[in-house]
């Protein structure tokens, strides 16, 4: 079932953030919710094989199962996680060494009728069949893990023409292609029926084998003593001696919290609440009303809300209090209609008016007061909307979002309603929605104030709960110093988006659909006809056998059509027709990025990106809605889409500030490299530098090709790049890339040295960690599955390196946006992308912006090699390129 799965849904689609896939662990386990949610059995058991045993069939017959393909390496893992499933969802699991599972459900289904149950088994082995009666029925998949059908004893005769005790009679003549049991050629399923039925069996078939006429009486006596094995090997066990007994599969309930970090880690979002909702949940069942939830007030006037605010500020002790918005959820600039702020004890809600006015003054004044310390979750949402109503934020001492991720930066989300099941157990919700639109009638505007005061109780409840765990992982500095910092720049950013050049991106995408249309027209001349360049069905039919090209990687649909193998490809080729797709390919790829830009400006006419903090395990930040980091870098395509922005109304230009190899610097902070550290320090190319000691030539003698492999492998050493995979990269034998490596580390030991060392400390920390302290646990480093293991390595060696980049850049974003606002200057921070700020600079302050720029990015850590800023201007921001 669990294979099934695993083809029924897409491997590509279902990988966690680890690089494990899931298909079949979903698909697994949303067939099981559905079965039990359908049939409520008041029993339930998974029956595994022992994939590392010789089973008895095995021993009877060598090449039993012998004809399967090999397990895709896709599917690695995935059993393991589909028992940690069960055990979290309380389901038990069996597994006897020498024994199948089906005969587990066989002895299962034997014990379950004689007890008086009515027993259903779940597989797709059709010898279950065998155990079909009065009392068993079989649920066999028809297609994938959705469509499975109950055969009971009328549906097996009518489709095998035998009843259920017979089926294995026949089969045992027909054969089973999926056990590599051959029948007996030219006897099919009506023939064995017709049989079966005459000489009452198969023991009577045989008995009267010579009297059966023809050819397919011959082969049948050519193949008796396979037959007589094939009904030896398809015959269930129903008296095994099973680890548990009927009584300890009653009532599976999940364990809550087993659920959550499991579902965490194998990133299901949707799937825990079908759990919950079909199993319930282990112990004392707790609801959402289980939660105290404080009475709240909705104050009628200014003197009330000046009371409450008092009395709420008062009650606080100190302690901060929770601010929560309702928005009309309007694109980048929402606008709040109604605020919430709660304590442990009591709750204010204040309705704001439909119109264009403003927060009212008592409430306006509390939020803007820095004195008065505030939680909130998703900050910037919080502060654009409220900004909405001409009112800023301040005072904010925690985002809870922000501290979930600090505490557990490996979750895969932060959502306020997932981080109050994870760390509270209750639901975010408890009746009426906290957005939407308003009844108008009293009882409705009641459900929703008292929704949204729940809500703002939830972040004031999880505040309190994650403010030791911060302190516990050493993260509530971040927290203070950087992430909460970074939350209001980055607010300004999105606020303030970047402008836009209608002409410049309007010809930009008429030129691209050109060229696309173009690209397409020159691949349909070079076979003859049209075809479908987006279907990998069709272009595998033109590629491998109109064109009868070298077959690329053999895949589940034929052989793929991916870039990287038609790239491949066309080197081995130089094929017209996969030069002119390649084209097409990537000018309707650009195209499509650059719609979706133009799809993205708004009425300002400008682009107003969201960036989220919690994202990457590692730190960085991630641009969404739309992503500008994907914006190729270097090459020319990107320096066009580059070319559409542009320095909006009232500002002279855009500069464009970035690092140089700030993640080299960094490992040759981390590792003290002497050879490294004297490169940098001396102004050096460090590639040409490092190519000149690996290769044995002076540096003017490096040339291109050899700076390019240096380069490529000493960005590829921190990621855990094999010599394989430097090979595959740099198009070189593996012994060629073993040997680069070997001369790099015989001269730059101490990056060696680093690179061990940190995944051993990983190792005994459980965790690793940046320059300024960020964590990043680890548990698989001690796994003894060796897929997770080295996964878990491959992150050791590259979180300190990556996460350091990220925390630099965003302490720079920090000290560029204070000095500018500091110096009074009209210039602003507008983008970060990757390791580059770009700032719009105002009319005459071209120069101090510069300066500002170019000492915080330099200041912003204090390594053993200097911060090299790299700083250009112009009116675009490819002009700004340097």
Do not use: C
């Amino acid at each position: 079932m669990a294979f099934r799965a695993f083809f029924a849904l897409p491997a590509d689609s279902f990988v966690n953030a680890a690089g494990q896939h899931t298909n079949a662990v979903h698909g697994f386990t949303s067939m099981l919710i559905n079965l039990v949610r359908d049939q409520q059995p008041t029993h339930v058991a998974v029956a595994f094989d022992v994939s590392d045993e010789t089973t008895q069939r095995k021993v009877i017959y060598s090449e039993y199962k012998g004809g399967r393909n090999a397990t895709p390496p896709e599917f690695a893992g995935q059993i393991d996680y589909i028992k940690k499933v069960m055990g979290a969802l309380g389901v038990r699991t069996m597994e006897l060494p020498g024994h199948e599972a089906d005969d587990i459900l066989a002895t299962l289904a034997a014990q379950g009728t004689a007890a008086g149950f009515e027993v259903l088994l779940v597989s797709g082995d059709r010898d279950t069949f065998q155990l079909v009666d009065d009392h068993v029925a079989v649920l066999y998949p028809r297609k994938g893990v959705s469509d499975i059908p109950r055969m009971d004893a009328a549906a097996i005769e009518e489709k095998y023409f035998v009843p259920p005790a017979r089926y294995p009679d026949l089969a045992a003549l027909v054969g089973e292609s999926a056990d590599n049991l051959p029948g007996v050629p030219g006897v099919g399923p009506k023939t064995a029926a017709k049989w079966i039925t005459q000489y009452g069996g198969l023991e009577g078939v045989l008995e009267h084998a010579d009297e059966i006429k023809g050819k397919a009486g011959e082969s049948l006596r050519a193949n008796i003593e396979a037959v007589r094995r094939n009904r030896q090997l398809n015959r269930l066990l129903t008296d095994l001696e099973l680890p548990l007994a009927l009584d300890d599969l009653a009532d599976p309930r999940p364990e809550r919290a087993a659920v959550e970090a499991l579902f965490d880690e194998l990133e299901f979002k949707a799937l825990r609440a079908r759990v919950y909702d079909v199993f319930g949940t282990e112990g004392p069942e707790e609801t959402a009303d289980a939660f105290h939830v404080p009475p709240h007030s909705v104050p009628a006037d200014d003197a009330g809300l000046a009371a409450a605010l008092a009395d709420l500020t008062a009650g606080a002790g100190g302690r901060p209090v929770a601010v929560v918005v309702r928005t009309d959820g309007a694109g980048p600039r929402p606008r709040a209609e109604a605020v919430a702020l709660a304590t442990a004890g009591a709750a204010v809600v204040v309705p704001l008016d439909g119109g264009d006015g403003g927060v009212p003054a008592p409430l306006a004044g509390w939020l803007e007061d820095a004195s008065v310390t505030k939680a909130t979750a998703e900050f910037k949402e919080t502060g654009k909307a409220l900004r909405g109503r001409g009112t800023e934020l301040a005072g904010v001492v925690d985002d809870v979002s922000i501290s979930g991720y600090l505490a557990e930066p490996d979750r895969r989300s932060y959502a306020l309603g997932d981080l109050a099941q994870h760390h509270l157990g209750i639901e975010l919700a408890a009746g009426a929605p906290a957005t939407g639109q308003l009844a108008l009638d009293l009882d409705g505007a009641e459900a929703a104030a008292a929704a949204l005061a729940r809500k703002a109780a939830v972040v004031h409840a999880l505040h309190e709960a994650l403010a030791p765990k911060l302190e516990e992982v050493g993260a509530s500095g971040l927290l203070q110093d950087m992430e909460l910092p970074l939350s209001r720049v980055l607010l300004d950013m999105e606020w303030a988006g970047i402008t836009v050049d209608q002409q410049q991106i309007d010809a930009l995408m008429a030129e691209l659909g050109t060229a696309s249309e173009q690209a397409a027209a020159a691949a349909y001349e070079a076979i003859g006809h049209q075809v479908n360049l987006g279907s990998p069905k069709q272009l595998q039919t033109v590629l491998f056998e109109e064109l009868a090209l070298p077959k690329t990687k053999k895949i589940k649909t034929g052989y793929t059509t991916d870039a990287a193998s038609l790239k491949e490809l066309l080197d081995k080729t130089g094929h017209p027709f996969l030069e002119a797709l390649m084209a097409h390919r990537e000018s309707s790829k650009l195209r499509q990025m650059v719609e979706t830009l133009k799809k993205a400006v708004t009425a300002d006419g400008r682009i107003h990106t969201t960036y989220a903090q919690t994202i990457a395990a590692t730190g960085r930040l991630s641009s969404n809605n739309p992503n500008l980091q994907n914006i190729p870098i270097r090459s020319e395509e990107g320096r066009r889409v580059r070319d559409v922005f542009v320095a909006g109304e009232g500002y002279e230009s855009l500069l464009s500030a970035d690092y140089s190899q700030i993640e080299m610097r960094i490992m040759a902070h981390l590792s003290g490299d002497e050879g490294l550290i004297e490169a940098y320090r001396q102004g050096e190319d460090l590639h040409r530098f490092v190519g000149s000691r690996i290769f044995h030539v002076a540096p003017a003698d490096v040339t291109s090709e050899m700076r390019s492999k240096v380069k490529a492998m000493s960005y590829g050493l921190a990621y855990g790049l094999s010599s394989f995979g430097l090979s595959k990269q740099l198009e070189i034998s593996v012994d060629e890339a073993r040997t680069l490596m070997k001369d790099y580390f015989d001269r730059f030991g101490a990056v060696r040295d680093y690179l061990r060392g940190v995944v051993e400390q990983a190792r005994q920390d459980g965790y690793t960690q940046t320059i300024f302290g960020r964590r990043r646990y680890l548990p698989d480093l001690t796994s003894t599955n060796r897929v997770h293991r080295e996964l878990a390595e491959r992150i050791a060696l590259n979180s300190p390196i990556q996460g350091s980049a990220a925390d630099i850049i965003k302490r720079a974003m920090i000290g560029v946006e204070g000095r500018l606002r500091e110096s009074g200057l009209g210039s602003r921070l507008l983008l970060q992308i990757h390791d580059e700020l770009v700032v719009e600079v105002a009319p005459g302050e071209e120069a101090a912006v510069r300066s500002i720029v170019e000492h915080e990015m330099g200041s912003a850590a204090e390594l053993s090699v200097p911060l090299d800023v790299q700083i250009g201007v112009g009116r675009t921001w490819n002009d700004a390129g340097h």
